[in-house]
């Protein structure tokens, strides 16, 4: 099932051994035919890099479900260690793909 969702999240990098869905896909391409928008800047609020990536995310949320999140990424984000461990505040209006299979 995909959901989708449109605000300002916090959110924090998962690691491939975290991931609920194991396949491959063109994470971008995914986000960009469900959010119906084109990946533009990377989603962390500040940061001004091109989205290159579609990042594998937790979003904070009440219940804390462990979901996978898309959200696009530039490729400095994805691999920002700091964003493994703490959450990080994403733009206004941006739009995270929740999927589980
Ligand atoms: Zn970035």
Do not use: A
């Amino acid at each position: 099932m995909i959901s989708k969702f449109i605000g300002q999240y916090f959110v924090k990098n998962k690691s491939s051994k975290e991931y609920v869905v194991t396949v491959s896909r063109n994470w971008l391409e995914f986000w960009s035919k469900y959010s119906t928008r084109t990946p533009l800047k990377c989603s962390i609020k500040g940061c001004s890099y091109e989205s290159e990536i579609g990042g594998h995310v937790k979003v904070k949320t009440k219940n804390n479900k462990d979901y996978d999140y898309i959200i696009p990424l530039c490729k400095k984000c994805n691999s920002n260690t700091h964003l493994y461990s703490c959450y990080y505040e994403t733009k206004k209006n941006s739009c995270v793909i929740r999927f589980n299979e």
